[in-house]
């Protein structure tokens, strides 16, 4: 099953790999087979608005490119929007809210941020209000490893909590939908180096122990040889180094070279790990520019089952 073809995918990670710009990837990827796909932004972020060049942040749905969305989730928005879909009493809870005491006491819940957030997202999926926008595909930026496992685990965690009540239903709710297979996929970003690709196996072995395994291994800013083979990078160093002019650029072959070679032995260490994970290699994204003719145009051909 194609990793776009599920409802929800969240994409997380290690801090610096890039899960922000390799989402906005995976929604124009979508965009770019027909989809409708949105990026799902939580605790109030917005990375990835600037990418499109959208401003700032918002709880309105905003649409980037076409068929591209984004959306950016706060605890306040989702608790007033809680309070109006599951208690029937939506200004209660925002003047709730308001009170000192009461923001210190939600605080302290252990995973009822995470809930609250979740929570928005699946009834956007299976319980959608009038007027709702319908997406084919949300692609949360998660958090970092290991917030993004307290995201994962947060229906479990409010399940112990409360054993009845709205809470307990929609950890409930949550939960199932999350171990749905078919309809929530997890995606985990990768740099093509040593550590990233260590901590990055760790959080799959973690991942699966939380019985929400990972979908696929999102390999984020591979490059290609520094020079083609043959002649390969050792032939044209001997060429450079009987000119004296040119011996920076000698160094700077030899780096690249470097460079591949330990970009070669991690993906080595993924293949030998998780052999039956899907690997997806992206090139970074730079510029508004460069999502949809690079980011889109490669994983809309690698994404698809083979």
Known sequence: MSLLDRRVV???????????????????????????????????????PPMFGLRGRSFDFREAAEGVFVWSLTVPECLDDFGKRKLRLPGLVRRLFRIEATRTFVDAIPGLHDLLQLGKIENLVSEPLAGDPHFDLLVVDAPATGHGLTL??????????????????LAGNIGT???????????????P???P?????????ELEELAQPADAMLVNRCFEPPVPTPPGPAA?????????????????????????AAQSKALSLLAERVPSLPRLSLPAVDA???IPHVIGAVLADVLEPS
Not at 11 to 25: D, H, I, L, P
Not at 236 to 260: F, K, N, T, W
């Open 10 to 48: 969240v994409v997380t990670g290690k801090g610096g790999v890039g899960r922000s710009s390799v989402s906005a990837g995976l929604a124009v990827a979508a965009a770019r087979t027909g989809r409708r796909a949105c990026v799902v932004e939580l605790s109030g972020m917005a990375s990835v």
């Open 177 to 191: 939908f999350l171990e749905d297979d078919t309809r929530t996929g997890v995606a985990v970003v990768t740099l």
């Open 197 to 205: 690709v260590s901590e990055s196996l760790e959080l799959v072995a």
């Open 236 to 260: 044209v160093a001997e060429g450079l180094g009987g000119h004296p002019d040119l011996a920076s650029l000698s160094a700077l072959l030899q780096q690249a070279s470097d460079r591949y």
């Open 152 to 169: 994962l685990s947060a229906p479990r965690s409010m399940s112990d909590i409360a054993k009845a009540g709205p809470f307990h239903d």
């Open 288 to 290: 508004p520019a460069r």
């Open 193 to 195: 180096e040593e550590l």
